[in-house]
């Protein structure tokens, strides 16, 4: 067995000092009734070199694919240094003094988080955006006895679904949807405002599921008359561009930072950040790291308050998750600290004019964006799925299909433009249509 | 035995602020497309300055990383005994083959084919192990699988007309199981385990009402001891109209073994990062799939991956009883194919053998330290067990002391101060890609803290002295709550 075998004479000691004679009697506090009678019924003993051939994937030659999930370029550093096995085969930090790697990065990445979004604190990550959204408004309702969730009807259709899925065993919660402007995509203030009540929580995603730029401004005006109000990023490479959500007085600021070096793969593992104000820290869910120092007074770091979590306060925890997407968050301090704050800034600038450029092109060939108001990296054309089938045959994904999620915006595609998509890609799409 | 075999480097690495400082990232990076200004945008929205991130060239990035990977502990360093997390090898060919997806998006349908069909083989291999009818993977950590379980029997009483709303959960229970229950909207009852470990069908009559949702059991519970009155405990629920979930934290005591589907399980959880060899990566990210009986099927969450009759993988969203979404994509895709090739490189013959070398390195450590540290139950237990400080007790050391001290031998500590029914708890399960050596170098690391307990008791305080920080002080974190390097600076 590749992982764990012992020599004969070993496994003689290690029986002979529990006091059996076969490997197999070590199962016999388990009743007879329920042993297994035949062996698995599974593939497998492959060698390393035959599961090799057996997992080939291709990717494809061109891809337009974004809405939630991003591929950006990854600093050749950040895969060097997240793969090293100390950081990589490492458990959850419970002690400080042999985890140090692991508390101090996520440190760096809270601090960073704190800092993009504008807010006070940030934990040590989540699932994904979307569950971060749901726990966002969970710790809403815990602490402000709220009745309604309002949530634009532009924000993430999953991340919209798992706030529902995570709601509804919460009594006498109503999760009600502001709809947006038809032309613009931007959330319908008048609709807001007359929607806003008093026991409801509000989020609202920035840039919306179709890119489009919310007045984040005229919006924080209305939002502020009710008790919570959250901001929610899907795509964490906006705030390198974008004023940062905290500066227009959110109470929380929630999403997804797998663009900041983490691949696409496939859909996951994903990073779901989580930042917010003061006033909400000590009821934030998840691990949190904080600073501290050892019995010889120098800095050191541990996870911290604890006492909100399952270990202690069990049915009572602020939330039950009781990890974080670790590795992810590494990755995305380590991405932050490669690319620095020009770097990010560029990045966000490559994306933001690789859209305007392929957009430009298509309105060439008469397709232009359903929605007019100013978009970050992605926006919406028509394009019936036959002509979507015929260009993935092709190799390209022209994006993501809308029909699914938005049936009143029939035969459209959301079209993402990162800077990964190079000026010939963008020809090759429309000479494809 | 020397005292200590470790030395950690003596480094305080800085915080990345602190070395800091504008101009020094001098990355090439290539410009954005000169023909397309960005004036559409209000500027009221746009940032005025540069984002406030660590300005740091690429050199000083990588000692900085590498400085700090080298004040951690990881499995591949020596034993992590932590027990219920199963901290075995996670074998490198498995990163290798994973991050072949690694570009691939979710809506790149083609290439999409050949992982939902990876993913499909990976439900039915675990279906298999666990003798449970259907499987969801996207749950993306144990607790998410626990809170989706729960969900879904939530649903199927929903449907039923039946407004249950308690679950019972052992004393042994992690402390997540409440927690997840909680979310879902149950109640949770705690109920006591025998004094030799063992849940009863007897204690469990006592409990069970018209109110009883279901009961939530780990088994091998996490004192090791394998339930062997599940399948009674199993009827009793069935009868009363209620669901068996389990937990499976410990399914890498059984795996070959016992199927929990054969002891009447009808909904569970497992631990892809445990059982199947995948990396924790310093807390996440996990997996922790979801698997059911065949009357619990319609309620898993979407999408359900399905094989159409050409032979084409889709993801089908039309179950109208399903408890919904529960993650933005398809869960922790790359996790869940290195748990794939995992199961393949070991196949059946290696699996079960991976459990039966599991328990009996557990056995043996048993065998070799329960003596030199009080053994709280002799009932017989499977791949972990645990002791007590009880004997140290006598000289004031506790179970704190002797983990701390652990790590000047070089070992991660085992899991202290749970189960809860067990004060003082030390709870250790070394897996099974322990050699004889490092399972022997571990006991003898213990009878030296032992004796050391006797001889010299105040050394013992002021554990571990070889590590990178000594002691750290968690009452000062939690009261002054530095959260970020800003709080930091307005602290000093």
């Known amino acids: 067995m590749p992982f764990h075998t012992h020599s004969e004479n070993e496994l003689n000691t290690l029986l002979n000092t529990i006091g059996i004679t076969k490997p197999d009697e070590i199962f016999s506090c388990i009743p007879a009734s329920i042993r297994q009678k035949a062996s698995l019924n599974i593939p497998g003993g492959f060698d390393e070199e035959s599961i090799s051939r057996k997992f080939q994937f291709e990717k494809p030659k061109i891809s337009f694919a974004g809405g939630g999930v991003y591929r950006h370029h990854i600093p050749a550093v950040v895969d060097a240094l997240a793969s090293r096995q100390e950081f990589y085969t490492a458990y959850t930090p419970y002690q400080p003094e042999i985890s140090q790697g692991t508390l101090q990065s996520i440190f760096e990445y809270q601090s960073m988080v704190a800092s993009l979004t504008g807010m006070y604190a940030a934990n040590a990550s989540m699932y994904d955006g979307a569950t971060a959204l749901a726990e966002a408004a969970l710790m809403a309702l815990r602490k402000k006895r709220l009745k309604k969730i309002l949530i634009t009807r532009s924000s993430h259709p999953a991340y919209r679904r798992v706030l529902k899925t995570y709601l509804q065993h919460s009594p006498d919660i109503e999760i009600i949807e502001i709809p947006f402007d038809k032309r613009t995509s931007q959330v319908d203030l008048a609709a807001l405002e007359k929607t806003l009540y008093n026991n409801s929580a509000f989020f609202i995603q920035q840039p919306n599921f179709f890119g489009v730029i919310e007045p984040l401004d005229k919006v924080a005006r209305l939002a502020q008359k009710t008790p919570f109000w959250g901001v929610v990023v899907a795509e964490a490479i906006s705030l390198g561009l974008l004023k940062n959500p905290g500066a227009f007085g959110a109470d929380v600021v929630v999403g997804d930072a797998q663009s900041f070096g983490n691949p696409p793969n496939a859909g996951g593992p994903l990073l779901g950040f989580f930042a917010t104000t003061k006033e909400y820290t000590r009821y934030m869910p998840g691990r949190i790291v904080g600073r501290t120092r050892d019995s010889s007074g120098s800095k050191a770091f541990c996870l911290t308050l604890a006492t909100r979590e399952q270990h202690i306060r069990r049915e009572k925890a602020t939330s039950n998750i009781c990890s974080n997407q670790g590795l992810c968050a590494l990755r995305a301090a380590m991405y932050l600290s490669a690319l620095g704050p020009k770097g990010l800034r560029k990045t966000a600038m490559q994306c933001a004019c690789g859209a305007r450029y392929l957009s430009g092109l298509l309105e060439t060939k008469n397709i232009t964006p359903v929605f007019s108001a100013p978009f970050f990296h992605e926006f919406v054309v028509k394009l019936d799925s036959e002509t979507t089938q015929a260009l993935e045959l092709d190799g390209i994904t022209p994006g993501i299909p809308l029909a699914e999620f938005y049936p009143e915006i029939p035969d459209s595609v959301l079209i993402t433009v990162t800077e990964m998509n190079t000026q010939e890609e963008c020809r090759a799409l429309c000479q494809n249509l | ?492």
């Open chain 2, 1 to 492: 035995m020397s005292k200590s075999v470790t030395h950690f480097p003596e480094i305080i690495e800085p915080v990345l602020n602190q070395i800091s400082s504008d101009g020094k990232n001098t990355r090439n990076m290539p410009d954005p497309f000169d023909s397309a200004p960005l004036d559409d945008i209000d500027s009221s929205l746009l940032r005025k300055d540069l984002p406030e991130i660590p300005d740091i060239s690429e050199v000083e990035c990588v000692r900085h990383f590498t400085r700090l990977s080298r004040l951690n502990f990881g499995v591949d360093h020596g034993m992590y005994p932590l027990g219920s997390c199963t901290m075995k090898y996670n074998p490198k060919i498995c990163e290798k083959i994973a991050v072949r997806i690694q570009s691939i998006h979710p809506a790149d349908s083609i290439c999409m084919q050949p992982i939902l069909s990876s993913l499909h083989t990976l439900e039915n291999c675990l279906k298999e192990i666990c003798g449970m009818d259907a499987c969801t993977l996207w749950p993306a950590a144990g607790a998410h699988g626990e809170l989706t379980g729960m969900m879904i029997i939530k649903q199927a009483l929903k449907t039923r007309g039946l407004a249950r709303d308690k679950i019972l959960i052992p004393d042994t229970a992690h402390g997540t199981n409440p927690a997840s229950c909680a979310i879902a909207g149950f109640k949770t009852q705690n109920i006591p385990s025998g004094a030799d470990g063992y849940l009863t069908a007897g204690s469990l009559k006592e409990h069970l009402d018209e109110n009883v949702a279901g009961l939530m059991i780990t088994n091998p519970n996490t004192l090791g001891i394998f339930e062997r009155e599940i399948d009674k405990i199993a009827g009793m629920l069935h009868e009363n109209g209620s669901f068996l979930y389990m937990d499976g934290a410990n399914l890498n005591a059984i795996m070959g073994i016992a199927k929990p589907g054969d002891m009447g399980v009808d909904c569970m959880h497992v631990n892809l990062h445990k059982t199947f060899g995948t990396p924790h990566g310093g807390g996440g990210p996990g997996s922790g799939p979801v698997l059911v009986k065949h009357e619990l099927e319609k309620y898993l969450p979407l999408p359900r991956i399905r094989q159409e009759k050409n032979g084409n993988f889709i993801l089908r969203r039309d179950m109208p009883e399903s408890i919904g979404t529960i993650h933005s994509t398809l869960g922790n895709s790359s996790v869940l194919i290195k748990a794939l090739i995992y199961i393949l490189l070991l196949g059946p013959e290696g699996l079960r053998h991976a459990s039966t070398t599991a328990c009996i390195n557990a056995n043996y450590l048993k065998a070799r330290i329960s003596g030199i540290l009080d053994l709280p139950f002799t009932t017989p237990t499977l791949h972990e067990f645990v002791l007590s400080d009880k004997l140290q007790k006598k000289q004031n050391i506790s179970t704190v002391e002797m983990a701390k001290a652990l790590m000047d031998f070089g070992f991660h500590p085992p899991t202290v101060y749970f189960p809860l029914v067990v004060p003082g708890a030390i709870m250790i399960e070394p897996t099974e890609t322990e050699s004889f050596e490092e399972l022997e170098r571990f006991a003898l690391a213990l009878e030296t803290i032992a004796e050391q307990v006797i001889s010299d008791p105040d050394s013992m305080r002021h554990k571990p002295e070889g590590t990178p920080v000594k002691h750290v002080d968690e009452v000062w974190a939690a009261r002054n709550l530095v959260l970020t390097w800003l709080m930091d600076e307005s602290n000093t």
